[in-house]
């Protein structure tokens, strides 16, 4: 997306104009962080005034907010799309991951915004996080069926989110510059390898 930093000379629509912000911003904070990253810096990577980018989004914050629900939207949709085409639990679970993992390698920056703490002390950015994490557990959690409670089928929702999480990171620490052919069979064996962990976990599971 390195081409979203470049300003755009052409006159654009509304809609674009705010499409053209929203993947700058994208790439910075992804870069850079919430903190370090400020509206000029975004007005100026966009190739805009700073007026015309207020026109558009209120405050950083809301600029920030906004991406965060729409990454979260277009994971989840992924992910629904993907386990509607499963045959069976085993099939959900792995194509599930593969959803996820084929957008970790793909959108990078997306899962950078998502992923960082640099704001760990901004209660209102910390909730929309979560509220992330809540959304994909509760998508996780009807795809658990061991006869258990629900308690218990969330709590172990949440801990396939954290699993996800946490190979993911991995992932973006040690990534190397790959072709997309490369970055699509990285996805492929990162899900299989998680579901064939999370799957081996649930089989196990049994109700209290």
Known sequence: MASALQANPRRLTAEQRRDQLLAVALELFAQRGYRATTM????EAAGVTKPLLYQHFSSKRALYLELVDAIAQNLLAAISRAVSEADGPRQQVELGFAAYFRLVVSHEAEFRLLYGRDHADDEEL???LRAVEDAIAEAIDPLID???????RRLLAYGIVGMAEGASRRFMEHRRPESD?????????LA?????LAWAGLRSVHAD
């Open 40 to 43: 000029d810096d975004i007005a």
């Open 181 to 189: 052919a490369a970055l699509e069979g990285e996805a492929r064996r």
């Open 126 to 128: 910390g909730r929309a």
């Open 146 to 152: 061991a006869g258990l409670d629900p308690d218990h």
């Open 192 to 196: 299989g390898r998680m579901a064939d």
